[in-house]
């Protein structure tokens, strides 16, 4: 999910990631993900409460899926409440209405960013857990790290932090990992 400059929502659908089989399967739901103590299917639920949280703050006008699916209906619910957000951020006036975020009081452009960052940074978590590469527009990465950048400058630090400290990430390193490295992931695991 991003904001193009134009302004325009541009959005690669998030069920294509190729966790959606194992997760649904079960094969890999228990995987240990890069991100705290979370497994695969723990990081899928985040992810999908967070959508579903930010669509309700922007004002989803849609009904959202009941949250903890089973694992067969994750997909769906996945993408129904992606679809929900997408819409909710495409209503007029979204980006300039103040919306409540976990930093705080913020534009909704803001909230949107959060939210790519949020899919993008797990995107790799997830991909990295079940051992294949996240396919994201390195366009959008790079731009969103920029802005994860200047973010975690003014984020606290240390326990109950929103991110882990920052790790260093080589300056060849593809945009994804470097956006991994700066929101705390060891990246040479």
Do not use: Y
Not at 86 to 115: D, H, Y
Not at 178 to 188: N, Y
Request: with cysteine; proline share 10%.
């Amino acid at each position: 999910m991003a904001v193009w400059p134009s302004g325009r929502l541009a959005v690669r659908p998030c069920g294509d990631v190729a966790v959606w089989p194992s997760v649904d399967g079960r094969r890999k739901a228990t995987v240990r993900s890069p991100c705290t103590d979370w497994n695969v299917r723990q990081m899928v639920d985040h992810l999908l409460a967070g959508q579903h949280t930010s669509a309700v703050v922007m004002g989803a006008r849609r009904p959202l899926p009941a949250l903890g699916p089973a694992p067969g209906a994750l997909k769906k619910a996945f993408r129904t409440s992606a679809a929900a957000l997408v819409a909710a951020f495409e209503e007029p006036g979204a980006p300039e209405r103040t919306v409540r975020a976990p930093i705080g009081e913020v534009p909704g452009a803001v909230a949107l960013r959060l939210q790519t960052i949020e899919h993008l940074v797990h995107g790799w978590d997830l991909a990295w857990a079940i051992g294949q590469k996240a396919l994201f527009d390195e366009a959008t990465v790079e731009r969103e790290t920029e802005f994860a950048r200047g973010l975690t400058a003014r984020m606290p630090s240390g326990p109950g932090a929103p991110f882990a400290p920052s790790r260093t990430a080589p300056d060849d390193a593809p945009a994804l990992d470097r956006l991994a490295a700066l929101l705390g992931r060891d990246i040479t695991e």
